[in-house]
């Protein structure tokens, strides 16, 4: 997109890193001037993502069991979301230990490092051999997919919520398990969510204190450190 000879960038049909761009209204949310901005910014895309995928897409009951693959900015709003629902056990899945700390802080009540553990016989183990209620992906890669099919329970419930590499074309799960087991998976981006409603919703439970914001916030960064910034993402360090 462009004005003249200037280039504006769009991504998401909002815009990073970019001075201006041109946007729909449905992509614009007013927020009370009691919500400060580098807060509110977080309730329009992994806040949202993730608690919704738990609270609009798969609907999550109070008193289910709940495995989180994946405690990145999108893994551990499921957990916030998870708590939000009511589920009595949430179990936080990550092969680094910063982000399995961070999983506790905002909700999880058990936490696996991949690296250590086997994700799907611990979530057995901890449910008495009966497999988890909902598992959500936040990883997508095959394997992780795989596993979160394999830990959930009859009737269980699978949801995707990271996207897979463009390349991936087919996932370890037996059919049998849908057909036996009943179990059901599903998809969703952006967790289902209406940005003119559920923004401000979420910032209301910001402000009375049943969703955490400002521990989401382990680092800040100036835009020259920008590249630093994405090297300790993919590192784990932040």
Request: aromatic content about 6%.
């Amino acid at each position: 997109m462009h004005s003249e000879a200037t280039n504006i960038g769009q991504f998401c049909l909002l815009s990073s890193f970019s001075e201006f761009t041109v946007i729909p209204d449905m992509s614009v949310v007013v927020v009370g001037k009691e919500y400060p901005l580098n807060r509110a910014v977080l309730a329009s895309c992994a806040v949202p993502t993730g608690v919704g995928a738990v609270i609009h897409r798969a609907k999550v009951t109070p008193g289910s069991t709940v495995m989180v693959i994946g405690c990145g900015g999108v893994g551990v709003n499921i957990i916030q979301g998870a708590k939000l629902a009511g589920a009595r056990m949430i179990i936080a899945v990550d092969i680094h230990d910063f982000k399995l700390e961070m999983a506790q802080t905002l909700g999880a009540t058990h936490i696996i490092n991949a690296r250590e553990q086997n994700p799907v016989r611990a979530a057995k183990e901890l449910t008495d051999g009966i497999g988890v209620d909902y598992a959500f992906e936040a990883i997508s890669t095959p394997e992780t997919i795989g596993q979160a099919a394999a830990a959930t329970g009859k009737n269980g419930t699978i949801v995707i919520v990271g996207l897979t590499d463009a390349k991936v074309t087919s996932m370890p799960i037996p059919p049998m398990l849908f057909v036996l087991m009943q179990k059901t998976i599903m998809g969703t981006i952006y967790g289902d969510s209406q940005p003119q409603k559920d923004i401000p919703e979420l910032l209301a439970l910001y402000k009375d204190g049943k969703l955490k914001l400002d521990e989401l916030v382990t680092r800040t960064y100036t835009l020259d450190q920008v590249n630093e910034a994405y090297n300790d993402t993919l590192q784990g360090r932040t």
